[in-house]
């Protein structure tokens, strides 16, 4: 049974930090396209950052340019998010998503066929 599992969301001031990671298990995600999205309450659910197979590519929201960094250990088959500068606006539950379809970063939801559970992530002012 494949497994993307999130960890590390929490609650956190406007200006912090957190480091997300998603924990692949059942299937091995080193040669896939992985990413993270986000959504927030009463919004639909938005691309924030991509990497490539690789991680020698990667691919970011407007919005989190400049503050996340995407990267990925292949042989921990696990993927992280570094979330700098946090706001209030980055409060949503963050998904892992795993990709079988593409090796390049993608923004798309439905490039992504397997996906976590989520981990909330509350930044207050």
């Known amino acids: 049974q494949v497994q993307l599992v999130e960890s590390g969301g929490g609650l956190v001031q406007a200006g912090g930090s957190l480091r997300l990671s998603c924990a692949a298990s059942g299937r091995t995600f080193s040669r896939n396209a992985m990413g993270w999205f986000r959504q927030a309450p009463g919004k639909e659910r938005e691309f924030v950052a991509a990497i490539s197979w690789t991680g020698g590519s990667t691919s970011y929201a407007d919005s989190v340019k400049g503050r996340f960094t995407i990267s990925r250990d292949n042989a921990e088959n696990t993927m992280y998010l570094q979330m700098n500068s946090l706001e209030p606006e980055d409060t949503a539950v963050y998904y892992c998503?795993?990709?079988?379809?593409?090796?390049?970063?993608?923004?798309?939801?439905?490039?992504?066929?397997?996906w976590g559970q989520g981990t909330q992530v509350t930044v207050s002012s």
């Open positions: 998503a795993g990709s079988t379809y593409y090796t390049r970063a993608n923004h798309r939801n439905d490039a992504y066929n397997y």
